[in-house]
């Protein structure tokens, strides 16, 4: 049976030469013949089977050049917009702080302008402190005994009355607002002239007592003080009646609303005892 195949293999091996010597021989007739335009048919041919691989690797190298400038644009991009990010909170914060120079030298200039037709002397004041209370009717400024602040020094804004000193130390002293459940102010209605007593409930709203019912009690009327409780000077704005009702006795039930605005009280100015006489209530 070697026999029959040993032929066979040899047929084969000769059809397998035969062929590498005939591709051989193609191969060098490439490499000597050329095409009419001058090039050799060979590398025509290399060419030919380098064109899609050069192709796919023009376009890998492509896509890959493509995404490292998206990727190198985004890192810049982001870079950018946290600067930017930064550059706006600093102008925002720059921009808060300068609204709030600017609210604060208005109400300056409400203190030096209420300074100017007083007949007394006049000290400006910070509030530093509240009192634990919602509506903080007791609030304390930087301003003492060292400043000539007495008890009982009148305290104003540029609306109106806001309070009076209740106790002092050398810098600071603590002020009652007219809020205050014990506060009372000797006052006068502006227009009809009647007197009466506005008196602090702890609330926003003030009650103005001792107004009988014959007297004339518009809602929207100025209180001021009328200088008969010897603390206030008189004509000083207070508020503005809200309410107005029949009481139960001989007297009317009016509300009165502070033209100051206690709850966001930031600067006032406190009226010097022009005396300068000492008290013995003192802050510890």
Partial sequence: MSSEL????????????LIALLVLQLALLSLQIEKPSGT???RSWTLAAQAPVLSLSSQAAHGISDLWHRYVWLVG????????????????LLNKAYEQSRLENVRLRRLLALSDPLPFEVLGARVTGRAPSFLANLVTIDRGS??????????????GIVGRVLLV?????????????DAAIGVML???????????????????????????VAVGEVVLSSGLDGIFPKGMSVGRVVEVARGKGVFQEIRVEPL?????????????????????????
């Fill in 260 to 284: 100051v605005d206690l709850i966001h009280l930031e600067e006032v100015a406190v009226i010097l005892d022009p005396k300068g006489h000492e008290t013995s209530s003192r802050m510890p």
């Fill in 146 to 159: 060292r400043q000539g602040v007495r008890v009982d020094s009148p305290v104003l804004s540029g609306e």
């Fill in 40 to 42: 050799i048919l060979f």
């Fill in 190 to 216: 502006e227009h009809s002239r009647t007197p009466g007593v506005l008196s602090g409930t702890g609330d926003m709203l003030l009650e103005l007592n001792y107004i009988g019912d014959t007297n004339p």
């Fill in 6 to 17: 040993s032929p066979r293999v040899n047929g084969e091996r000769t059809v397998a030469v």
């Fill in 77 to 92: 991009a982001r870079a950018e917009n946290e600067s930017l990010r930064d550059a706006v909170n600093r102008l925002s």
């Fill in 169 to 181: 130390s050398a810098d600071q002293a603590q002020v009652q607002l007219i809020s205050n459940p």
